[in-house]
């Protein structure tokens, strides 16, 4: 059952109104410093209903006229928790009614479209949130979606990435903003400066009561393995992962900037579906380089890099370093990587690898999706 967190007002009215300064302070430092917002900008608010999301609308409230902000609120029931999820949306949907600010409601069997897509529930429920703030931004003309993560969050992403693995991309962590199109105000507040400023404001809150079930990964990193590091290895730990991923982040920019120069001077043809590199300037690149312009060629004709992992991206490095010509690997949504003559060349087939068939069985190899 969903739970409402009442607030109750503080007495020492001097003490509020230095930590309210306080708070307002780094917001708009965090605007500022990530040039997230303009004056005029018109923002579609992701509110759940949770603490991060409603401090992040009463937040973003403050600073409307500074801006001149049009704010809009949308919500999504992901109808997984039953009548704790359409609790949640009246909640939001009182808030916004309270407020005067428009309301954008979504309600989505994500149960049915994971396991029709293949997909984990976060997985897909990330999908379906961000197509929907894409629709209503476009139907209504919001220019930016504003999100409510914050640096707990990202402090339990890193780790997380750091157990399964994860190389750059996977350790940078929650970005503060992603294409002008999605801004995160909240990314440098803690979750206790969040809920000291929703006391301020005597703002109540949902819980989420899926949030406490540990068979979900996140949850076990934030109630399990992040206490225990806290405890026993490092008191600040949050705030060492969340140094970690800004420092990852900004030397991951600027790999991926020199990265791209080395992409152009090895490039011979670039098509939607196909790009073709030459061979020789491939074969003298550091590992370290080759394996990310591999990940760029994958991801410019595939839109991303979802199923391919580091299995993928080594047996592309060794199909490069063999002197074989014709050898070609199969991966996941129809890319096809080979050899011919000089040039490396990759490719999205328009059907099925399988249907394609391969033109020469004894030296070609296909490596499938883990």
């Known amino acids: 059952m969903a739970v409402i967190m009442k607030i109750k007002q503080k007495n020492n009215e001097k003490l509020d109104y230095e930590l309210h300064a306080e708070l307002m302070n780094k917001f708009q430092k965090t605007i500022e410093n990530y040039n997230m917002l303009i004056c005029g900008d018109s923002v579609l608010v992701g509110v759940s209903g949770g603490p ?17 902000l049009n704010l809009g609120i949308a919500h999504i029931n992901h109808n ?67 999100l409510a993560h914050n640096c707990d969050d990202n402090a339990e992403l890193v780790l997380m990435n750091l157990l399964r693995g994860s190389g750059p991309k996977g350790l940078s962590g929650i970005p ?63 705030d060492s992962l969340n140094r970690l991923s800004h420092i990852i982040r900004d030397e991951d920019q600027w790999m991926e900037k020199k990265i791209s120069q080395v992409f152009e001077k090895a490039l011979i043809k670039h098509e939607k579906n196909e ?10 690149l550091h590992r370290a380089v080759l394996r990310r312009i591999i990940r760029m060629s994958i991801k410019k004709i595939k839109g991303n890099l979802k199923r391919i992992t580091l299995k993928h991206i080594d047996a592309s490095m060794d199909l490069i370093a063999s002197a074989e010509s014709g050898k070609s690997l199969d991966f996941p949504d129809r890319i096809r990587i080979f050899k011919q003559r000089k040039k490396i060349i990759f490719k999205k087939e328009s059907m099925p690898l399988r249907q394609l068939g391969k033109k020469n069985n004894n030296c070609s190899q296909s490596i499938r999706a883990l």
């Open 80 to 146: 997984l928790r039953g009548k704790e999820s359409d609790r949640d949306e009246k909640f939001v949907k009182d808030f916004a009614c309270k407020t005067g600010l428009p309301f954008f409601p979504e309600k989505k069997d994500v149960t049915s479209i994971a396991k029709k897509s293949k997909l984990s529930l976060e997985e897909a429920a990330r999908n379906v949130r961000y197509s929907f703030y894409e629709k209503i931004c476009e139907k209504y003309n919001f220019s930016k979606t504003a």
């Open 52 to 68: 991060d999301s409603m401090g992040l609308i009463l937040f973003l409230m403050e600073v409307k006229e500074k801006y001149s």
């Open 275 to 284: 790009i073709q590199l030459d061979y020789y300037a491939l074969s003298e």
């Open 176 to 238: 503060p903003k992603r294409n002008t199109l999605i801004i995160r105000p909240l990314i440098d507040f803690s979750k206790n400066e969040i809920l000291n400023y929703l006391e301020l404001k005597n703002q109540d809150y949902v819980i989420d009561s899926s949030n406490n079930d540990l068979y979900f990964l996140r949850n076990r990193i934030r109630h399990s393995l992040i206490p225990l590091l806290e405890k026993e290895y490092n008191p600040s730990i949050t």
